[in-house]
């Protein structure tokens, strides 16, 4: 298929992928200065009025239901044949499909994701949208400091669940969808979504989807369950899978809602464990991270030192490079194994870096109450690399100003009025003679500023340079 120059305003610059029914391109807006995703409907397709309508009806539906996890529509149209496109923002992260290539996914990122996928069904369904077709390839990943956003798509086959009832024809994708969806008429409710979130979540513990105990004869009692296949899988993710995979849809949860309160349960459970054996090392680390580079990374105002507060808790990554002091109700849960400069349009890769926040489920969303940091290390930032730094439209910008981080220069972007008293710190400290700088992302809950206290508690080691030289080579 040749490579279309534009599609409508939007500057096609390759294809990201195609399927029976339409194509998706990789486009530029150069207006808005952003990529996007650009669905077009298949030449083959665009004059059959039931796939026209079901292309459409996906517009309309992502308008409808408006989520943070669910890809929204920036734009439709048509093209000169007359064939309908719709405009999406680009998921730069790609698909859960292509991360599962590499196998199955630590058992707590598998939750978080399950969690966030589960919380986009349920405003679907609270928007009277059953999706029917969720699967690794439909959710994507949106890359964010600290965590990859989730967002699902592809509603191409949803539709309102008030006539879910009257479906007549088959429709799904093997292996994620329940028996009655499996049979023309069967009959759909929310329930059929419970079933492929369950599916969903079997194929990230395991590294495949179910085999559905339905589908072999005399097997129709017997419910997969993840720790057949991966031994080691705790069995209260165990019973979530099972419920959710039963065959008859009166033996699952009753809805996503329900799925999810047990979901954010078992995850929750799941990061305490995390957390217990986690805080224990916290300290060990602290007294060996960087002692001689102590004094290099106090951050000095007017002539002043700025000691991190007593009583705070020291955090650090997983190779021991990157530590950093925060408030105590901060320290409820880390993640410690690095980052991906590429999130801020750096050279990708992985580097030293972590996030402490009370929880981080909810940590990355803009809206919420969670204050938490996050630090990152990057060789580009050494070299004056401009990041392209996470925009704030919803707060007010302050002045920017520059700090003195043991005579390097850390440039501090601040956004105040966040809603629910909420407050970023964008900070970028380059720190040229030693070969690396470091990002850092400060949400705070209050009128105190802490920036410049978090600033002072920063630590690095001194194997980080090299580290980070070979990380990004």
């Not at 309309?60 to 923002?89: F, H, K, N, Q, T």
């Not at 592809?154 to 669940?161: M, R, S, T, V």
């Not at 700025?306 to 705070?312: S, V, Y």
Request: charge should be positive; aromatic fraction near 6%.
């Amino acid at each position: 298929m040749p490579v279309p120059d534009k599609i409508g305003r939007y500057r096609v610059l390759r294809r990201i992928g195609s399927g029976a029914f339409a194509t998706v391109w990789l486009g530029a807006d150069d207006e808005l200065d952003a990529s996007v995703a650009i669905k077009v409907l298949a030449d083959n397709w665009s004059y059959h009025s039931d796939l026209r309508t079901r292309f459409e009806q996906e517009a309309r539906i992502m308008r409808r239901a408006d989520s943070a996890l669910l890809v929204r529509v920036l734009d439709v149209g048509e093209l000169p044949d007359g064939r309908p496109y719709l405009v999406m923002p680009y998921a730069a992260g790609g698909t859960l499909a292509d991360r599962l290539a590499a196998g199955p996914l630590p058992v707590r990122e598998a939750l978080r994701i399950a969690v966030d996928i589960a919380g986009a069904v349920a405003v679907l369904h609270e928007a009277g949208v059953l999706h029917r077709d969720l699967k690794p390839s439909n959710v994507l990943f949106q890359p964010a400091p600290g965590r990859d956003r989730v967002l699902v798509t592809d509603l191409g086959l949803a539709k309102a669940l008030a006539n879910a009832s009257g479906f007549t024809v088959a429709a799904g994708t093997p292996g994620y969808m329940p028996p009655e969806q499996a049979t023309p008429g069967g009959g759909l409710d929310t329930r059929a979504d419970v079933y492929a979130i369950g599916a969903t979540l079997f194929h990230m513990l395991t590294g495949r989807p179910p085999e559905p105990a339905w589908s072999v004869p005399g097997r129709s009692d017997r419910v997969p369950r993840p720790s057949q296949v991966r031994p080691g899988v705790p069995s209260i993710v165990d019973d979530v899978v099972r419920r959710a995979l039963q065959a008859d849809p009166r033996q699952r949860w009753a809805s996503v809602d329900a799925m999810l309160v047990a979901l954010r349960a078992v995850a929750a459970e799941a990061e305490r464990e995390r957390s217990r054996g986690r805080v224990l090392r916290w300290f060990g680390r602290a007294a060996g991270v960087a002692v001689s580079l102590a004094a290099v990374l106090t951050t000095t105002s007017a002539g002043a030192t700025l000691p991190a507060r007593h009583g705070w808790v020291r955090v650090s990554d997983a190779s021991g490079a990157l530590s950093v002091a925060v408030p105590p109700d901060w320290a409820g849960q880390l993640k410690d194994d690095g980052w991906n400069p590429g999130v801020l349009r750096l050279p990708a890769g992985r580097a030293p870096g972590l996030v402490a926040a009370p929880d981080l489920a909810v940590w990355p969303d803009p809206a919420s109450g969670i204050p938490g940091v996050f630090v990152g290390a990057s060789k580009a930032l050494a070299g004056g690399a401009a990041p392209a730094l996470p925009s704030h439209p919803s707060c007010v910008e302050q002045a920017a100003r520059t700090v003195d981080v043991g005579g390097n220069p850390a440039r501090v972007r601040r956004w105040t009025s966040c809603g629910a008293s909420v407050s970023f710190s964008e900070v970028v400290l380059a720190m040229p003679p030693r070969g690396f700088g470091v990002y850092v992302q400060v949400k705070q809950v209050g009128a105190a500023d802490l920036t410049d206290e978090i600033l002072a508690g920063l630590r690095l080691s001194g194997s980080l340079a090299p580290q980070a030289g070979r990380l990004h080579s």
